[in-house]
């Protein structure tokens, strides 16, 4: 496996509330991603990194901030959180090679009340 | 504008009897087409990279192809441990992945 880690697994949080999830590498890949997962959706970038303090949007950044202060460490933050973000969040990293594939954190499943 | 369709949504198939998933796509400049396994609770897993028409590639009963439009996935004599959700992507010509919704498998014994 892909050293990815991603923490929380689960979270419960309320509307309104910030929260942020983590995601740590060890592989030293360049790249990071945060995606959202939705039944009969497929997955959807949020926001991804091309490096430390190096970020952009995806198609569905809104309501989302990411951050990226070390290589190994990208937090993904809802700044105030809604029903609508209630989703499955992976991490994934990719090495710099254009065509490589992504590798994938087991997720976080977050439900927002 | 860049797309990907996966057919069937689902599909239940007894142990042995093997049968293709469909990736169909539409993309102006293809920088490879990705196949993902998920299991429930996990995040995908990597399978196979594509990159051009007649290409092939196999893994023990996986072997997936692709025309100018579509790949599958062909399954051979499948087990029960097959069972998952299929997963195809394409790359465009920002090397950004574009995901299709996927296609559950359940393979009875």
């Known amino acids: 496996d892909a050293g990815i880690t991603q923490s929380p697994r689960h979270k419960v949080t309320e509307t309104g509330t910030p929260v942020t999830l983590r995601c740590h590498q060890t592989e030293n890949h360049r790249y990071m991603y945060w995606y959202r997962q939705d039944p009969g959706h497929g997955l959807r970038l949020i926001h991804y990194s091309y490096g430390v303090k190096d970020t952009d949007k995806g198609e569905v950044s809104d309501g989302y901030s990411v951050s990226r202060s070390k290589t190994e460490d990208f937090l993904l933050t809802l700044e105030s959180a809604t029903s609508s973000q209630t989703s499955v969040y992976f991490c994934?990293?990719?090495?710099?090679?254009?065509?490589?594939?992504?590798?994938f954190g087991n997720g976080t499943r977050l439900t927002v009340t | 504008e860049d797309q990907v369709t996966q057919s069937p949504e689902a599909l239940r198939l007894q142990e042995g009897e093997s049968s293709s998933l469909n990736c169909s796509y539409t993309v102006s400049g293809l920088r490879g087409l990705f196949w993902y396994r998920q299991d429930p609770g996990k995040g995908p897993e990597f399978l196979f990279t594509l990159y051009s028409a007649g290409e092939e590639k196999e893994k023990e009963r996986l072997k997936a192809t692709l025309t100018k439009k579509e790949s599958f996935l062909h399954i051979t004599a499948p087990k029960p441990e097959d069972s998952a959700t299929y997963l195809c992507a394409i790359g465009d010509s920002n090397y950004q992945l574009i995901w299709g919704a996927g296609t559950k498998l359940i393979i009875k014994p």
């Open positions: 994934a990293i990719k090495d710099s090679v254009n065509n490589s594939p992504l590798h």
